[in-house]
């Protein structure tokens, strides 16, 4: 029995670095170096980030070898005057991605694949209509079935090594009873005692494989550890539900509404503002039924502010109105159907209680209007392409590394804009003509300008 003990524990051991490996594998694949490398740059979509969206890339390349050069080293690369490096070169404002020196070309294909896969899985669900970045819910999909398989698996040996210990210590009983010997009549955890008895002499005639078992879990545990950590108040990707069904693709899309019409306080303060249920009601007067949910989600509006759809017109001394008073002004104007008007209830007399999406940690200061007013920076920049989001998602990471590096790369714009006179002079007469004045130059990088 404890030399068949002894083969089923060299199997489960080998079995089980087997695993270890292809989970140290899994963990330093294409997705791994895109985000080490990549992510605080790009998307592995077709949306821009700092730079181009990477979806295709391959496709807008002379050659796969060009790219790869260009990846590891792009100012060296643009020393031969490749056509769409030099065309990359100039669309972003002459800034040179960084250089990547310790990438392989096995790196770069890693990375290029984990592109692809993003991509395939953009393209097989509904087109990415919510506009999120398809990289951060494939990282989380891909993180939880990696822990999903090795527990799977964890049980699965545990089973299988149970099982075999039993067929072993049985077939031992039999031999004995078959020779005429006593049949050991321990209990399992009696006999558990000789098992680990022979694990701890494993583990001392075979140091080496033990070491390296070892080795690669706490390597593992470090590695899960780091990356739980850096996700820490990073919420790329989130996207609650709201209250009331609001389609950016309809306002923002289809009927080209300005970003500030709503978003008031954009240009002149330091929060966008969220719209008022009175900013609604300037078309909401007008428009008593939706083109996607029809008469229900206006309705809670209406219910909020205090608006009678049946007359056209505001309800008098609307908060001293008693509940079911209103709800059936709501009744008559669904006509009854269903119980739909009682889908208000809940707004009756109350503001809609909008969900902030995009929020920075309290001692990071954000100025909406120096940003937006005075540096020229598009919405989108920061928060997408919300035209094309039917529910508005958290669009960039939002994080200080990324906040830095738009700093570092972004272009004071200094033509026709009075707020910059004064420095831009100050700042030609210190520099060397021609130098790029980015946000970094005006002091975007000092830490008392964000935190104070």
Request: proline share 3%; net charge neutral.
């Amino acid at each position: 029995m404890i030399h068949v003990f002894k083969r089923v524990s060299k199997i489960f051991v080998a079995l089980f670095m087997v695993m270890a490996t292809m989970g140290g594998s899994f963990a330093q694949d294409g997705e791994a170096l895109f985000k080490t490398n990549c992510a605080r740059c790009h998307y592995a979509t077709d949306k821009k980030l700092v730079g181009p969206g990477l979806a295709g890339v391959e496709s807008r390349w002379s050659s796969k070898d060009n790219l790869v050069a260009w990846i590891v080293n792009p100012p060296e690369y643009l020393k031969t005057g490749d056509a769409y490096a030099i065309e990359l070169f100039e669309k972003y404002n002459k800034s040179v991605m960084p250089a990547f020196p310790s990438l392989k070309t096995e790196d770069v294909d890693a990375i290029l694949e984990y592109v692809k896969t993003v991509n395939e899985a953009v393209a097989t669900t509904d087109g990415g209509a919510t506009g999120g970045d398809a990289s951060a819910s494939s990282s989380g999909d891909s993180d939880n079935s990696l822990i999903y398989v090795l527990t799977i698996v964890a049980v699965v040996l545990s089973i299988l090594i149970y099982a075999l210990f039993k067929i072993s210590t049985s077939l031992a009983d039999l031999a004995k009873e078959k020779d005429g010997l006593d049949v050991d009549n321990r209990n399992l955890f009696e006999r558990a005692n000789d098992c680990w008895a022979c694990t701890k002499k494993f583990a001392n005639e075979n140091k080496a494989i033990v070491g390296v078992l070892v080795f690669v879990v706490i390597c593992y545990g470090v590695y899960l550890g780091y990356k739980g950590l850096m996700g820490i108040g990073v919420y790329q990707g989130y996207q609650p539900s709201q209250p009331i069904k609001f389609s950016h693709v309809t306002h923002a899309g289809q009927l080209k509404i300005e970003c500030e019409y709503c978003h008031t306080g954009v240009r002149e303060s330091k929060h966008a503002t969220i719209p008022s249920s009175s900013t609604c009601m300037n078309c909401h007067k007008a428009v008593g039924e939706g083109s996607k949910y029809g008469k229900a989600e206006i309705a809670k509006i209406y219910a909020s502010i205090g608006f009678d759809p049946n007359k056209g017109a505001y309800i008098p001394d609307y908060n001293k109105k008693d509940k079911e008073e209103v709800l059936k002004i709501y009744e008559e104007w669904f006509g009854g159907e269903n119980d739909a008007y009682r889908a208000v209830e809940q707004y009756v007399q109350k503001p809609i209680d909008w969900v902030q999406i995009h929020k920075l940690p309290d001692h990071a200061y954000f100025n909406h209007a120096q940003h937006v007013k005075v540096g020229g920076i598009e919405c989108k920049t920061c928060h997408g392409e919300v035209e094309k989001m039917e529910v508005v998602e958290q669009f960039a990471p939002l994080t200080m590394g990324w906040c830095v590096n738009c700093h570092r790369e972004t272009k004071v714009k200094f033509e026709e804009n009075p707020y910059y006179d004064k420095l831009h002079d100050y700042l030609a007469a210190r520099y060397k003509k021609g130098d790029q004045f980015t946000v970094a130059r005006i002091g975007g990088l000092e830490c008392g300008k964000c935190h104070y």
